[in-house]
């Protein structure tokens, strides 16, 4: 069922606290659209407040990252994809491009992460996207190829890919609907060539999305959703983005 919606998702990546969170939450509780599956992606600390607070509501919580390693024991920091499982989560973002930037993530880890993420049933969401230069000398399908490469060899029947050009994340800055169109036409051919032609495929945009431009976005040919992140941090502008999404 879900995989027939457009998936509107929140970042909400290191900002929030648990009195913030609960108004924030409170007043998102009620949004609800037929059209949509809704997610919102918290910190770790604040999975499980996110998810008690969520109960009977449309909205599933997820997590921005997870382990590389898949056992428990001695990785200082770490949080494996058991634990955000446990603590409620029903998907993990992979790869945004701030860990991609200041992680130094590359697909061999976040193949570790995907695989980690579905062996304890959570979703993972692969985000890809190019920066300015790249786009500028025109390499922005060969560097999001590369980074789906990633799936290679994955078995399963079902994935979710957000393309979010770095240039547009929180800068206010969208890619043109021409941009997005033929990524994601690109994202839907190329997933069909690595994974087979029997794969179920999200693929959302991210990069800017705020209440005035989604409507105009989730319309978009092969647009199955929105990556959401300083909007969602709005109920109001986030409630207004979800009210956007639509049968496909
Ligand atoms: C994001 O962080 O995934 C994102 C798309 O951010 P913003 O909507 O603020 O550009």
New binding site residues.
Partial sequence: MIWHKQWIFG?W?MNGNQAENAALLQALRSVSNNNAHIGIAAPFPYLSQAVDLLKNSQIVIGSQDCSQFAEKGAYTGEVSATMIKDCGAKFV?IG???RRTYFNEQNQILRKKIDNALACDLIPIL?VGETLAQRQAGQETAVVGEQLAVLQGLSVNHIAV?Y?PVW?????EVATGEQIAAMHAFLHKEILSIMGENVTIRTLY?????ANNAAEILSIDKVNGA??????LKAEAFSAIIANAQTE
Avoid: M, R
């Fill in positions: 970042n990546k973002l945004h491009s701030e985000c957000a979010e547009a994340i929180g800068t206010g991210g990069g800017s999305v705020n990556l959401v992140g300083g909007a969602s």
